[in-house]
């Protein structure tokens, strides 16, 4: 009987480690090669120790011992990524972007947790995903070529250079992202000002969404206000670039509503537009389900096709 095995060096929890391990090696099993995982402690420094067990030839052994190794290191990819990734974005976060206070470093950090677990299912993101798991097995294979033993502070300290620029690209996009959010409140606080210091104009506007884009503004009695809201921004809109939605949004802060409903709501392309009508008139947007007003707009648009 002759063995071959494997040494992983871990400061946390072993069992969490052999979890790992454990379910990895299942598929060892299967193939009928046996295996034992233990813990053991040399001089106070805690080891699992898997020892693969097989009679045979040297070739076959030699075989099944590269299968422990390509087991193991899948293993130890996912326990680092668990265990360890969260403490390398912090420690790059207070590295590189020392400059932020506690709390924007915290927001920063969880806009990086929510890229890399892809909440938004962008398919780029879970190729980039894939790629960072690559680069762990495949520099936990290469270590594994000259050694038995590993340490897994040591490795993930001093040996996944390439997984560390991975997480710095990750920050840098996750404080771009926090820095345009940060804008786009102080934009929000500076609107909502704005309408504060306001006199109501109009108890309820309607803002009517047509299918090309333009929209047209009704007061409570249902009279269309389009042009007249609009006169003052004449001149400007000469002069400069002025989109629609930038002159629906100063035309609804020069009103000041107390209420505004929305109508055909999911005919905005721009959803930043709605959300930042919804942000600057916080509790008084309506979007409305269908009504009279809804109706005769499709209708109007319909004929015009």
């Not at 409570?220 to 400007?236: A, L, P, R, S």
Request: with cysteine.
């Amino acid at each position: 009987m002759q063995y071959q095995y494997l040494s992983i060096g871990v400061n946390d929890s072993a069992d969490n480690v052999i979890q790992h391990i454990d379910k990895e090696l299942q598929q060892l099993k299967e193939k009928r090669i046996n295996y034992s995982i233990k813990v053991v402690d040399i001089e106070g420094e805690t080891s699992v120790l898997c020892n693969l067990e097989e009679e045979g030839l040297f070739s076959k052994k030699t075989s099944q011992y590269e299968l422990l190794k390509y087991h193991i290191s899948n293993a130890l990819a996912d326990y680092i990524i668990q265990q360890y990734e969260e403490r390398l974005l912090i420690r790059i976060i207070n590295s590189n972007y020392g400059y932020f206070n506690s709390v924007d470093k915290r927001e920063i950090l969880e806009i990086c947790k929510k890229i890399i677990r892809n909440d938004d299912k962008v398919f780029f993101n879970t190729l980039f995903q894939i790629r960072r798991r690559n680069l762990i097995v495949k520099k936990l294979l290469e270590y594994f070529e000259g050694s038995n033993s590993i340490i897994l502070d040591g490795f993930v300290n001093f040996r996944l250079k390439d997984y560390n620029k991975e997480l710095e690209e990750i920050i840098d996009n996750a404080v771009d992202d926090f820095l345009i959010e940060r804008e786009y409140k102080e934009f929000i606080r500076l609107l909502k000002y704005f309408v504060e210091i306001q006199d109501s104009k109009f108890n309820v506007v309607h803002v009517v969404m047509e299918y090309d884009d333009n929209y047209m503004l009704l007061d409570e009695k249902k009279h269309e206000i389009t042009n007249e809201c609009i006169q003052e921004f004449v001149t400007e809109l000469s002069e400069a670039d002025i989109s629609h939605d930038d002159l629906l949004v100063s035309s609804l802060i020069t009103l000041a509503p107390k209420n505004i409903i929305v109508h055909n709501w999911e005919r905005f392309k721009n959803k930043k537009l709605l959300d930042t009508i919804k942000n600057v008139f916080s509790g008084k947007v309506v979007l409305c389900d269908g009504c009279d007003i809804c109706s005769i707009v499709m209708v109007k648009t319909d004929s015009k096709e």
